[in-house]
């Protein structure tokens, strides 16, 4: 079933290389998700048992990952076809500087869009972690053409940065997992999580640690924890908005899950107060930066980049304090990935629009184009954490959790941040959506508001509301089994 | 037996530091080349007794992609994208080799803080481990050019590997083999990329690649 799994993306992306018909490759492409998405609930529903020495098996964490990927990819995949036979007509002149690029081929786009998935399902599913390094690190390979799709300096600049900055990144994690090995060398322990698990406490505590800070820096890099998080606005602003929505959405994860993995070994091992004491730092650090620059932005595609690594910063903090925080910091992954990737789906819909990625040339959104701009601003209650909303509930949990454990100081700053943050994204918000619409004599061409690309951010933002006032019990349990593995036990 | 694997250690380190000097970017490719496959035959004389055949495999699979795939990919982009010869550093020579020298010193306290399990008995290779992928890190952070960058990944990546292969031979080969054809597929992705930077850049400078930032308030629409 998990080989299934990684293999119906696999073939398919092999597949869309060789398609030549365009409606064809985009059929593959929506099918394949689909497909994708079924297995996953089917898994869901069965729950198979992990083989231990198995290289591949799923854990309740592995399995939260494995959904928000797959829900994710099928919302953008949806997406993909209406955005893509748009782009096929556009003349694909630059929003903001007005000179004229090509497109990247279709076929290697959608063939490197579901190859892009098998590495991410690889990296949900692996138990092995030098599997789960080479998984991550064909994900940021897989990764690089989709952001190059427009072929111009800016998104060349941005793919650069992405190639070498995570790939160094990943390097560094790759020798944390040989620190890891030299922890259990005497051991035995090898890479295996199975075995590492089992051994923790007999681990070399040095090497661990170790072991501990360059996987969290190698990972932490992809993630976009501050102040390795360069690459990600950049790229984040310079790709398509179906692209920047798997990136924020499911690809910030998968790197996350690398974390937690090393993690979960250090808490076995009995060292959670050395990470939880980093997870803090970094998280705070994160929210920092995220508050710093969404303030003076420019260009909403950063902003919503911004906004994406000041939830991984939530989410790392709500991991490092441990407890009730770490319930609320993976259900905050959840609604924070639904919520961002149909943020970035309208982001879309208002560049095709409105030709730019200026904040100050978006004016009028309710005037121009009024669905988008509903959803624009719900998008807007929803990240910042207004009630009823799974982001307001996961944030919650975590400043209860920090009060709880004593630690008023990062309580505070992370209430003073997500202040900060909030009034940054309501001033831009507000301004792009409420105002006078420019009276642009271009209106005669306007491609106008599609359903298509619309309704997956709308699913996606009632599964959000929904998660704000209703928890399915199928999803706490998979969230408490979760929490046990890292241990955030309450 | 393990006299030779130590020397190998020293020529390590000394490349690092011929790295950090050498102002042509031919020879740096060479230098990293030559780097790789030294550090490839390390695993073969560091275990104790004949080495197994699948560590020969392996160990011929890196050199091969080190020492000729690699050194042909990055000098077929250089000459593809005309670049200069030289490798334009934004610090000076004696500064590049002193911070190596730091970086080996502050190496060698480190390895002492991490003992090696019994199992190796090669001395220097958590040192030189990380010695060298400082130097890569030196080479992607003062040097002007995409290649040098790609160059620097490849040193980082030697240093990783002088110190993981030389213990875990007993790694399962496919992990090893995924491993390795992901640093294959990202150099050949990086050539690519640098290919298309020549073209639509008309240079290779990465540090001219600095359009996309917060820092600088960025032209208000009007401007080109």
């Known amino acids: ?490 | 037996m393990h006299t030779t694997a130590e020397l190998i250690i020293v020529a390590i380190i000394l490349l690092d530091l011929s790295l950090a000097v050498s102002g042509s970017l031919a020879t740096c490719i060479r230098l990293a080349a030559a780097q790789g496959v030294i550090a490839a035959i390390l695993p073969l004389l560091a275990g104790s007794g004949a080495p197994e055949s699948r560590a020969v495999i392996f160990s011929s699979t890196v050199i091969l992609l080190k020492g000729v795939i690699f050194p042909w990919l990055l000098t077929r982009a250089r000459v593809k994208a005309n670049a200069r010869k030289d490798v334009e550093p934004f610090i000076g020579y004696p500064a590049s080799i002193i911070l190596c020298l730091g970086a080996f010193a502050a190496a060698s306290w480190l390895g002492t803080r991490l003992p090696l399990p019994e199992t190796t008995r090669v001395a220097w290779i958590v040192p030189a481990s990380l010695a060298t992928i400082f130097t890569g890190f030196l080479l992607i952070t003062t040097r002007a050019k995409a290649i040098t960058q790609v160059l620097g990944y490849l040193v980082i990546e030697n240093g990783i590997y002088v110190f993981g292969l030389a213990l875990f031979v007993e790694q399962p080969l496919m992990v090893e083999l995924a491993i390795l054809l992901d640093i294959f597929v990202a150099v050949f992705v990086m050539g690519i990329t640098i290919f298309h930077i020549s073209r639509e850049f008309d240079h290779i400078d990465t540090d001219e690649l600095s359009q996309l930032s917060d820092w600088h308030p960025q032209r208000d629409g009007e401007a080109k």
């Open chain 1, 1 to 490: 079933m998990i080989t299934l799994l990684m293999l119906v993306p696999l073939l398919s992306g092999l597949m869309a290389f060789l398609i030549s018909d365009d409606g064809r490759r985009r059929g593959l492409l929506v099918a394949a998700s689909a497909l994708h998405l079924a297995l996953t609930i089917s898994i869901f529903v069965a729950r198979p048992e992990i083989v231990p020495g198995d290289w591949f098996g799923l854990d309740a964490l592995g399995l939260l990952f494995l959904g928000i990927t797959s829900v994710l990819f099928f919302g953008a995949s949806v997406y993909a076809v209406k955005y893509l036979s748009f782009e096929k007509y556009d003349p694909g002149e630059d929003s903001d500087e007005g000179f004229i690029f090509n497109n990247q081929p279709e076929a290697v786009f959608i063939g490197c869009l579901l190859l892009f998935l098998s590495a991410m399902t690889a990296v949900t599913v692996s138990r092995h972690l030098g599997m789960l390094w080479a998984a991550v690190e064909a994900t940021t390979l897989l990764s690089a053409p989709l952001i190059y799709f427009h072929r111009h300096k800016r998104s060349l600049e941005a793919t650069w940065k992405y190639l070498l900055i995570c790939s160094v990144g990943i390097a560094l994690a790759l020798m944390g997992n040989l620190f890891l090995g030299a922890a259990g060398i005497k051991a035995g322990a090898g890479l295996d999580l199975e075995s590492l698990l089992s051994k923790a406490a007999v681990l070399d505590p040095a090497w661990l640690k170790a072991a501990f800070l360059f996987l969290f820096v190698g990972y932490g890099t992809k993630m976009g924890l501050a102040p390795f998080h360069t690459w990600l606005p950049d790229a984040h602003s310079e790709s398509p908005a179906l692209v920047s929505a798997l990136l924020s959405g499911a690809l910030l994860n998968c790197a996350f899950l690398g974390i937690l993995r090393a993690a979960q070994v250090c808490v076995g091992a009995g060292l959670a107060g050395f990470t939880g004491d980093i997870f803090i730092l970094f998280g705070l650090l994160s929210l920092m930066t995220a508050a710093l620059f969404i303030l003076g932005q420019r260009d909403y595609k950063r902003m919503l980049a911004y906004s994406s690594i000041e939830h991984m910063g939530i989410l790392s903090l709500g991991v490092g304090l441990g407890g009730g925080a770490v319930y609320g910091a993976l259900l905050n992954a959840v609604a924070h990935s639904l919520t961002k990737a149909g943020l970035f789906f309208v982001s879309g819909v208002i560049l095709a629009a409105y030709k730019t990625k200026q904040i100050s040339e978006v004016k009028g959104l309710f005037r121009r184009l009024p669905k988008t701009g509903i959803l624009w601003l719900a998008g807007f209650f929803l990240i910042t954490g207004t009630p009823p909303s799974g982001i307001f509930l996961g944030k919650l949990m975590i400043l209860t959790a920090a009060l709880a454990g004593g630690h008023y100081a990062a309580a505070a700053a992370y209430l003073f941040f997500l202040a900060v943050v909030f009034a940054g994204l309501g001033r831009i918000f507000l301004e792009m959506t409420f105002g006078e619409a420019p009276q642009a004599g271009t209106a005669g061409k306007l491609p106008g508001e599609s359903r298509q690309m619309l309704i997956p951010a709308a699913c996606f933002f009632v599964c959000v509301i929904v998660l704000g006032l209703y928890m399915p019990g199928w999803l706490t349990d998979i969230i408490y089994g979760a929490q046990r593995l890292i241990g955030g036990v309450i």
